[in-house]
């Protein structure tokens, strides 16, 4: 692969990681729109070139969306198509949706054109859609990875013909043909599963008190707007509980944050935590939305959480994805729709019951997969012969 073929891609440096020029196998990865599509898929590409030093990898997005930033800054290049997906707040935006498929097909064709995958492996998010139907038509090897309880409709719909389905969990049969079902589990962070971080490095690392127990709330990549109003309508409860909050707030929320913050020395806010590994190292307790990767991680670095599921995920699968922690006296749950009175009062109970933050430690730690992402890579590795 020669990057002056690719005008539009964006890479870290002239020869990242995607950049190989090499003789070894090429890789499609796509897909994208949030954090928990993109560090799974940046996870599956590091393993393959771990087993794999000499592959190719290149990285295809949506133009705009977050993937266009974090993939270039984890080694990869990626080319981004003109795609968006529906709307389902402004029918009057969707009117353009069918010139943007058919754009972003001829940008697939142009792509492979010059990249000549070997296999594509796609991970969620509407950019993976033109993708994988263009390698499915041409008949190259495509490959799923489905973090979710819930399959997405881009993916049931791309797993009819793809080659290997990898899943989370068990019980997907009802999404994907049964006999080419995988079990994996989902790919977690190699700076989180492999993390050396202490409690005081963490904790330095956001200029807190190490003398104090901090909790941790994070709401995805784009921000929780139910958990973020309820830390902000009892901010005063952390300093009067002798607590520290690490508040990764979201972009669309940060600055009104901020503001709330301001002068609190117990209380670091941000829009994004560019390295997790020091927050989850300073937790003492967490609050979480229950998307797929964030329980995942949360199973890896075992710490006690209080889980608040985001209400209009499809099928209201991060509910599901919390209930069966808490049925296993793994988690604690919160709807969004009671955080505003609840949340900071249980996530304090908790904070002040070391035997409950034991119990949850250690019952969530048994759900743990830290090496999903070796698995499929090998199971991919394998499908090609190699």
Request: charged share 20%; proline share 4%; glycine share 10%.
């Amino acid at each position: 692969m020669n990057e002056s073929n690719y005008p539009n891609a964006v890479s870290a440096s002239p020869l990242a990681n995607g950049d190989g020029g090499g003789g070894g196998l090429s890789f499609i990865m796509a897909g994208g729109g949030t954090g928990g599509h993109i560090f799974p898929a940046v996870a599956i590409a590091n393993a393959i070139k771990k087993l794999q030093p000499d592959a190719n990898i290149l990285f295809i997005g949506a133009k705009g969306k977050m993937e266009m930033e974090k993939v270039p800054q984890a080694g990869y290049m990626i080319e981004g198509l003109d795609i968006a997906g529906y709307n389902r707040s402004s029918l009057i935006k969707n009117l353009g949706l069918p010139y943007k498929l058919i754009k972003s097909f001829l940008q697939v064709k142009s792509i492979f054109k010059k990249f000549k995958p070997d296999a594509v492996i796609g991970v969620g998010g509407y950019s993976s859609f033109p993708v994988l139907r263009y390698a499915q038509s041409k008949g190259i090897q495509s490959f799923i990875h489905e973090s979710n309880s819930f399959a997405g409709k881009t993916n049931i719909l791309l797993g009819k013909k793809a080659n290997k389905i990898f899943v989370a969990i068990d019980g997907m049969e009802k999404f994907f043909p049964a006999d080419r079902i995988s079990i994996s589990g989902n790919p977690v962070r190699a700076a989180i599963t492999n993390s050396t971080v202490s409690r005081e490095d963490g904790i330095g690392f956001f200029g807190l008190d190490p003398a104090k127990k901090t909790v941790l709330s994070v709401g995805g990549s784009l921000g929780a707007k139910g958990i973020n109003e309820a830390l902000e309508k009892h901010i005063d409860e952390f300093e009067s509980n002798g607590l520290q909050l690490i508040w990764q707030t979201g972009r669309p929320y940060a600055l009104q944050a901020q503001q709330c913050v301001a002068g609190r020395q117990n209380i670091w806010a941000n829009d994004f935590i560019t390295q997790m590994e020091y927050a989850y190292a300073a937790a003492d307790v967490i609050i979480s939305r229950s998307g797929a990767m964030s329980v995942s991680e949360i199973c890896v670095i075992k710490k006690p959480a209080v889980f608040v599921p985001f209400p209009f995920a499809a099928e209201d699968h991060q509910t599901v994805n919390a209930k069966k922690l808490v049925d296993r006296n793994a988690a604690m749950m919160v709807k969004d729709s009671e955080a505003s009175d609840k949340l900071v009062s249980t996530i304090i109970a908790l904070a002040k019951d070391e035997q409950k933050q034991n119990e949850l430690k250690q019952n969530i730690g048994r759900l743990a997969v830290a090496d999903a992402d070796m698995v499929i890579a090998k199971g991919i590795l394998k499908s090609l012969g190699m």
